[in-house]
């Protein structure tokens, strides 16, 4: 009936405003958390297949004064979809590299932080100042920062990407291709783009077990790295049998709760600690 219709109208909508009005709380909480300076950074140790950690990637970190912890799979999109990614991802970049120049100040082998960067950061004109600053205001010396950047960049204009990576290796910085092999893949961007690194995704990863095709496509994508003079980095490595796959294969590095979750910089630390001890 045209009652039952309205009320259905009526439903929808409210629940429409539910969710906008979550949004809208969630960004207004982001605001606050910049003003607060509630961001931390989180670091997960990429390590060769010796056992060595020769890098870790940052990944940032919420301190909600009631809600603990929340990861930023929960706000990166409102992030994104509010413009505050900016602010926050600045953020992000300065804290991981004044963190990886004072742990060279203390004395561990210098090694690359790799920073996570979103599409709208990539898109905006400002970034290669950004990062400038971020390298001067710390003193880290370019080749230590590592920036991840994801194929859906590289497709949505392939002609500013490059331009935008060119600059990116002339101001002295590395670039990885993070999630390799989910988004819109083009073999060309291997080619075209200077890139140093590949990380394959860990869905990919987490298939090795089963012998099911996630095995061939590791191999092959780490043969195929090889052969176009990349780095390859498998992520989520979580057992033994992958550790001894991705050896066999010869991959490069690993990252993945097999050696360590994201860690707090103080745990971090003592983590490198024990590293070079035993
Ligand atoms: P990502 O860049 O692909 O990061 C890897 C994610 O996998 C991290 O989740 C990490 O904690 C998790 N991980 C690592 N090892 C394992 C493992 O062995 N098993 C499993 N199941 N997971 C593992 P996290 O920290 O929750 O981050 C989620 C996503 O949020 C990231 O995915 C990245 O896309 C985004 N992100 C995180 N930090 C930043 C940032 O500072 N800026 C931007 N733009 N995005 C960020
Ligand atoms: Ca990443
Ligand atoms: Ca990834
Ligand atoms: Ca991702």
């Given amino acids: 009936s045209k009652k039952q219709g309205r009320n259905r109208i009526q439903a929808y909508s409210s629940e429409m405003d ?3 009005e979550q949004k809208l709380a969630l960004e207004n909480g982001l605001r606050l958390a910049l003003e607060r300076d509630e961001f931390e950074v989180h670091y997960q140790p990429q390590v060769n297949m010796q056992g060595q950690v020769i890098g870790a990637e940052a990944l940032v970190r919420w301190r909600h004064p009631e809600q603990g912890l929340v990861s930023p799979g929960l706000f990166i999109p409102v992030a994104e979809e509010s413009g505050l990614i900016h602010l926050i991802g600045e953020r992000v970049l300065r804290m991981a590299c004044r963190q990886n120049k004072l742990w060279q100040e203390a004395g561990f082998p210098p090694m690359p932080v790799s920073v996570n960067l979103s599409n709208k950061q990539f898109e905006q004109p400002h ?3 950004t990062i400038r600053e971020a390298l001067q205001e710390s003193g880290l010396e370019p080749k230590y920062l590592d920036l991840e950047i994801t194929e859906s960049m590289m497709a949505a204009d392939a002609n500013n990407a490059e331009t935008t990576l060119r ?3 002339q101001i002295g910085v590395q670039v990885s291709m993070d999630d390799f092999g989910t988004g819109y893949s083009s073999l060309s961007y291997l080619n075209r783009f200077p890139i140093d690194k590949l990380k394959i995704d860990q869905s990919f990863v987490r298939d090795i077990a089963h012998e099911s095709s996630g095995a061939s496509i590791v191999a092959t994508i780490v043969a195929m790295s090889h052969h176009l003079g990349l780095q390859v980095i498998a992520e989520g490595v979580e057992t033994q049998e992958q550790i001894d796959f991705l050896r066999d294969k010869k991959c490069d590095l690993v990252q993945g709760y097999y050696y360590s979750p994201p860690l707090p910089p ?10 070079a001890r035993s």
């Fill in 127 to 129: 970034l290669i100042e």
């Fill in 18 to 20: 539910e969710a906008s």
């Fill in 167 to 169: 600059r990116l290796k």
């Fill in 266 to 275: 103080d745990d971090f630390e003592r983590y490198l600690q024990n590293m």
